[in-house]
């Protein structure tokens, strides 16, 4: 079976200092890889998504994600993080049958 | 104009009425989806539909129904609600002869939906 796990249900961080949200995937087969962010009161936008080839993926408004095969990760990173940063984070996976497992979630909480 | 809008983006209803949660797409695309998003646990496929006449269960479709009217429109029926239905609902479309083998999904805005 597939699964999807975001290891931190929160994530604190001062405004400008890095963040990184954890994810890890479980799969026998390739997926597509993908990190979703949901503003408040907004509906789901992709942040970047990894389909092949080069394992440093960059995506919208400065966030970058790396994956490691052998390590069946997929994390998300940002060098320095702005107030306007403050959302829900998801990480999902798609399959052969262009279906999405979502993981649960990682709040991110800016704080000044 | 949004592409992917549902109707309404808020509701409250009571134990056992019908309600029917819709939504509409204006990009063309074969392939829609209903999701449901609970605090913590993330958003879980209810149904999805590959074109009209195609209609499959998803994770968690014990409890809904869905009609595909015509290509732009999906809804989603709840024949008496409950409250463990309160949740955050998400229509997504994908377009099968999209950008190389993968199906980007897009998300409308959800409806918010509360049973008491």
């Known amino acids: 079976a597939q699964s999807v796990t975001q290891l931190d249900s929160q994530v604190p961080v001062f405004e400008e200092a890095p963040v990184e949200l954890r994810c890890n995937y479980s799969?026998?087969?390739?997926?597509?890889l993908f990190w979703y962010v949901q503003y408040p009161n907004q509906g789901l936008q992709l942040l970047l998504k990894?389909?092949?080839?080069?394992?440093l993926v960059k995506g919208i408004n400065g966030f970058e994600a790396e994956f490691n095969k052998s390590q069946t990760s997929f994390h998300l990173r940002k060098p320095s993080v702005h107030i306007s940063d403050t959302a829900e984070y998801f990480c999902?996976?798609?399959?052969?049958?262009?279906?999405?497992?979502f993981g649960k979630g990682t709040r991110l909480h800016i704080l000044p | 104009d949004a592409d992917v809008t549902q109707t309404p983006r808020n509701r409250i209803t009571k134990t056992g009425k019908r309600i029917m949660l819709e939504c509409s797409q204006t990009?063309?695309?074969?392939?829609m989806y209903w999701y449901r998003q609970d605090p913590g646990l993330g958003l879980r496929l209810i149904y999805y539909?590959?074109?009209?006449?195609?209609?499959n269960k998803g994770e968690i479709s014990d409890g809904y129904s869905v009609s595909r009217q015509a290509q732009a429109k999906f809804s989603l029926s709840l024949e008496s609600a409950i409250p463990n239905q309160t949740a955050l609902y998400f229509c997504?479309?994908?377009?099968?002869?999209?950008?190389?083998?993968?199906?980007?999904?897009?998300f409308g805005p959800g409806t918010r939906l509360t049973v008491l």
């Open positions: 990894y389909l092949s080839g080069s394992t």
């Open positions: 999902a996976l798609m399959n052969r049958d262009d279906k999405i497992i």
């Open positions: 997504a479309t994908s377009d099968p002869a999209g950008q190389g083998n993968y199906n980007e999904q897009f």
């Open positions: 990009k063309g695309h074969d392939r």
């Open positions: 799969s026998s087969v390739s997926v597509y």
């Open positions: 539909s590959f074109d009209v006449k195609d209609i």
